[in-house]
């Protein structure tokens, strides 16, 4: 029986969750689905979506398809298409047991320890690994070595080149290439925010607020009507020239890469489509500079490779805007901040992610007050 999310507490107690993306479905999985059916309750699989499913390789078979080959198994009772956290399943199902492979031992995510450890759910580790969906995408795909990987992606970082400042003018922002939902208009953007600058001020609380790469202002002047003040970084003049008067004056030219700003200036540094216009390099200048400046938290977003095979894949995006020319993994983005020493805050980025798009990233500063 294939499951919506609001009937999952119906079954708390009464069935051991199984989890994952199964994306090729395997004889591995086959064997650990009928290792937690001998637990003695009736087996939910809470089956990750594509989302995720495209965060490891190319989606090859769709969630709704696969839940409908899982459905069809035996061993399975339930099935859930999940678009929340696993911990987040966890909390709403509160399953007798929760059945892992062995190699999850160990290394189980802590959000899931932790819930787990709350609600009494007994962690299983099945001795049933025979095989890895990704392993074996990559085996059919070649990918190449990891020597081959890290050359490639050289190459590509020692060529790149970026637009400057001059690129991005008015017309940049408002001209006629732009449909409708990208144009940099006001109300256009407010209806493009939704409910952004209300989670921002929500989630984070901020006394101090920056945007780097504010571009013409208009997350500030958002954040100004919900009586938040925000300073803006933009190197683009026509940035400050275009913003509304009331927060024009709090826009600084420069660049998120160096911009001169004391360090811990800011208790909240956001920095929102952004990456994908800057080399490689600057990036990762521009993560150094943005947790240098924060005293608490950073909140990004940009666009990611959208099926990448290995941590180093990156590509370009000119069909949506000739100036995205960075699209990482985002798994190499997130590299980038761990050697800032900065901490990932998963439960503030599932609380801003109202869209659910996976283009969030959270981290905060250890040992900020």
Same mark, same amino acid.
């Given at each position: 029986?294939? !499951?919506?999310?609001?009937?999952?507490?119906?079954?708390?107690?009464?069935?051991? !969750?199984? +989890?994952?993306?199964?994306?090729?479905?395997?004889? =591995?999985?086959?064997?650990?689905?009928?290792?937690?059916?001998?637990?003695?309750? *009736?087996? @939910? &699989?809470?089956?990750?979506?594509?989302?995720?499913?495209?965060?490891?390789?190319?989606?090859?078979?769709?969630?709704?398809?696969?839940?409908?080959?899982?459905?069809?198994?035996?061993?399975?009772?339930?099935?859930?298409?999940? /678009?929340?956290?696993?911990?987040?399943?966890?909390?709403?199902?509160?399953?007798?047991?929760?059945?892992? =492979?062995?190699?999850?031992?160990?290394?189980?995510?802590?959000?899931? /320890?932790?819930?787990?450890? #709350?609600?009494?759910?007994?962690?299983?580790?099945?001795?049933?690994?025979? +095989?890895?969906?990704?392993?074996?995408?990559?085996?059919?795909?070649? %990918?190449?070595?990891?020597? #081959?990987?890290?050359?490639?992606?050289?190459?590509?970082?020692?060529?790149?080149?970026?637009?400057?400042?001059?690129?991005?003018?008015?017309?940049?922002?408002?001209?006629?290439?732009?449909?409708?939902?990208?144009?940099?208009?006001?109300?256009?953007?407010?209806?493009?925010?939704?409910?952004? *600058?209300?989670?921002?001020?929500?989630?984070?609380?901020?006394?101090? %607020?920056?945007? !780097?790469?504010?571009?013409?202002?208009?997350?500030?002047?958002?954040?100004?009507?919900?009586?938040?003040?925000?300073? =803006?970084?933009?190197?683009?003049?026509?940035?400050?020239?275009?913003?509304?008067?009331?927060?024009?004056?709090?826009?600084?030219? =420069?660049?998120?890469?160096?911009?001169?700003?004391?360090?811990?200036?800011?208790?909240?540094?956001?920095?929102? #489509?952004? @990456? #994908?216009?800057?080399? %490689?390099?600057?990036?990762?200048?521009?993560?150094?500079?943005? &947790?240098?400046?924060?005293?608490?938290?950073?909140?990004?977003?940009?666009?990611?490779?959208?099926? *990448?095979?290995?941590? @180093? +894949?990156?590509?370009?995006?000119?069909?949506?805007?000739?100036?995205?020319?960075?699209?990482?993994?985002?798994?190499?983005?997130?590299? !980038?901040?761990?050697?800032?020493?900065?901490?990932?805050?998963?439960?503030?980025?599932?609380?801003?992610?109202?869209?659910?798009?996976?283009?969030?990233?959270?981290?905060?500063? *250890?040992?900020?007050?």
């Amino acid at each position: 029986m294939i !499951m919506s999310a609001d009937t999952l507490q119906a079954h708390r107690k009464a069935v051991t !969750m199984v +989890d994952g993306g199964f994306d090729p479905l395997h004889a =591995g999985h086959v064997a650990y689905f009928r290792k937690a059916a001998e637990l003695g309750l *009736p087996v @939910f &699989c809470n089956l990750t979506g594509d989302h995720y499913v495209s965060t490891k390789h190319k989606v090859l078979l769709p969630q709704e398809a696969r839940a409908e080959v899982i459905d069809a198994l035996e061993p399975i009772s339930f099935v859930h298409i999940s /678009t929340d956290t696993t911990a987040a399943v966890l909390r709403e199902l509160q399953p007798r047991y929760y059945a892992k =492979g062995k190699d999850w031992e160990g290394r189980l995510p802590a959000e899931e /320890t932790a819930v787990c450890e #709350e609600l009494g759910i007994e962690v299983v580790y099945l001795d049933t690994v025979l +095989d890895s969906s990704t392993q074996r995408v990559r085996d059919f795909l070649n %990918v190449e070595s990891l020597t #081959e990987q890290v050359s490639k992606y050289e190459d590509f970082v020692q060529n790149q080149s970026a637009e400057g400042a001059d690129a991005y003018d008015a017309d940049y922002f408002h001209a006629e290439w732009r449909d409708e939902a990208n144009s940099y208009q006001l109300e256009t953007r407010r209806k493009r925010e939704g409910r952004n *600058p209300e989670l921002i001020r929500d989630v984070f609380q901020p006394k101090s %607020v920056i945007d !780097m790469g504010c571009g013409p202002g208009n997350l500030m002047y958002f954040l100004h009507e919900l009586g938040v003040e925000a300073d =803006g970084v933009d190197f683009s003049q026509a940035s400050k020239d275009t913003a509304p008067p009331e927060v024009a004056d709090r826009i600084r030219i =420069g660049s998120v890469t160096d911009i001169d700003i004391p360090d811990n200036s800011y208790e909240l540094a956001i920095c929102r #489509e952004v @990456f #994908e216009h800057l080399r %490689v390099l600057d990036v990762q200048k521009a993560v150094e500079n943005i &947790c240098r400046i924060s005293a608490k938290y950073v909140y990004v977003t940009t666009r990611f490779h959208p099926a *990448p095979a290995t941590l @180093f +894949d990156v590509t370009t995006e000119f069909e949506v805007d000739p100036t995205h020319i960075t699209l990482q993994n985002m798994d190499m983005l997130r590299l !980038m901040f761990v050697l800032q020493g900065m901490r990932r805050r998963r439960d503030l980025e599932d609380a801003l992610d109202w869209l659910k798009k996976g283009r969030v990233l959270v981290y905060e500063k *250890p040992g900020a007050a």
